[in-house]
Each structure stands twice: as structure tokens, then as C-alpha cells.
T-cell receptor, first 110, second 116 residues
């Protein structure tokens, strides 16, 4: 059974810092991995999708990497801003389903 | 309207009421999903519809009844709910090309349900 874990559960950083969010999964047989952002009380916004054949994807200040063999993905946020404050969710596409981690709650302090 | 829209955004209902949540996607996708998000728990997949056919029922109690009349619309009919069913219900859609790959999912804003 696929399980997805995100570490840390919460993170508080000063504005301008570069930061890394971690995601690990137990079954390496995945089709793709997706990173989402969720603001309080809102839905999920897709940030990046990495196919199983890819090593990384970039969008603006965001860079996501995938190491399928070790069951890990990281989301790198460069030059963090207060507007980046949100919960970041990792989800693994495994056998017809998207399995989610519990998320990392990020606070970027001005 | 663009993306995935959900109505109502907020719903308060008693345990004996019957209500429905509605989801509409404007992305031309062929698959739609219902997820439940409870406090301090990961998102839980409830139902999956591919080409209007239900392909997944993740052991959801029968008091939740999905309906997918066409590939753009998805409903979740609610009846005789319990207070522990209070949660954020999220709808998503994706384009499934075949096989077990769900493709990239796009979510709506969710319907916040409170059961008294």
C-alpha cells in the first residue's frame, strides 16, 4: 500500500530564505508526482507535475526533483516571500489513484 | 467560468437533512474525483469517475451517493450524515489518456460541510 510522508510538518522562515520541502513514498512504482499549494479554507492549486521518467521540473522560483528509486521528491523554493505562506502538499499517482501526504505548513515571516 | 467550480462553498445541515454538492469542470477532462479533507488528516479519495463510469469507491459509507450525469458534472448526494462527516469536500478533474495514469489533477475551491 502506497504511503506518502512529508517532512517537516511545519516550517517558519524569514523572508528571502531558500527552503526545501521533503516528500517520501513507499512504493516506487508511480506514474508521476504532483506538488500542490493550499491556502487556508481554499482548494488545491497545482504547482508542478513530474512524470516518472523525469528528474525535475521548474516553474519560476519553484523547482521540484524526483528520485523514484529512493522514493523521494523535494520542492525547492528560492528567495521565499510572505505570499508563499501556505500548506504544500505532495501527491503520488499510483495505480489509478492520487495518494496525498499530510502536507507541510509554511510561514514566511516579513 | 474556468477550471473547476464547486457549489455551494459552505453548507450547514442537520443529521436528517438531504442535500447535494455540485461540481462542474470547464477543462474538457474525462475523469472527475471527490476527495474529503478532514482536519489533521491527509486528503482521502472517495470516488472516481472515468468517462462517466464509476471506477473507484474507496469504501465510502452509503450515506454519500455520487452521480455523474456527463463528463463535465459531478454531484455528491448527502443524507443522514453524522457530525464526523463535517469536512472540506474537494472535487477534481483530469484528462486520463489510458492505463492507470490519472494525469494532472485540477481542483475546485471545495465545499465546507458542517453537520450539526
Amino acid at each position: 500500500k502506497q504511503e506518502v510522508t512529508q517532512i517537516p510538518a511545519a516550517l517558519s522562515v524569514p523572508e528571502g530564505e531558500n527552503l526545501v520541502l521533503n516528500c517520501s513514498f513507499t512504493d516506487s512504482a508511480i506514474y508521476n508526482l504532483q506538488w500542490f499549494r493550499q491556502d487556508p479554507g481554499k482548494g488545491l492549486t497545482s504547482l508542478l507535475l513530474i512524470q516518472s521518467s523525469q528528474r525535475e521540473q521548474t516553474s519560476g522560483r519553484l523547482n521540484a526533483s524526483l528520485d523514484k528509486s529512493s522514493g523521494r521528491s523535494t520542492l525547492y523554493i528560492a528567495a521565499s516571500q510572505p505570499g508563499d505562506s501556505a500548506t504544500y502538499l505532495c501527491a503520488v499517482n499510483s495505480s489509478y489513484k492520487l495518494i496525498f501526504g499530510s502536507g507541510t505548513r509554511l510561514l514566511v515571516r516579513p | 467560468e474556468t477550471g473547476v467550480t464547486q457549489t455551494p462553498r459552505h453548507l450547514v445541515m442537520g443529521m436528517t437533512n438531504k442535500k447535494s454538492l455540485k461540481c462542474e469542470q470547464h477543462l474538457g477532462h474525462n475523469a472527475m474525483y471527490w476527495y474529503k479533507q478532514s482536519a489533521k488528516k491527509p486528503l482521502e479519495l472517495m470516488f472516481v469517475y472515468n468517462f462517466k463510469e464509476q471506477t473507484e469507491n474507496n469504501s465510502v459509507p452509503s450515506r454519500f451517493s455520487p452521480e455523474c450525469p456527463n463528463s463535465s458534472h459531478l454531484f455528491l448526494h448527502l443524507h443522514t450524515l453524522q457530525p464526523e462527516d463535517s469536512a472540506l469536500y474537494l472535487c477534481a478533474s483530469s484528462q486520463v489518456s489510458g492505463g492507470a495514469d490519472t494525469g494532472e489533477l485540477f481542483f475546485g475551491e471545495g465545499s465546507r460541510l458542517t453537520v450539526l
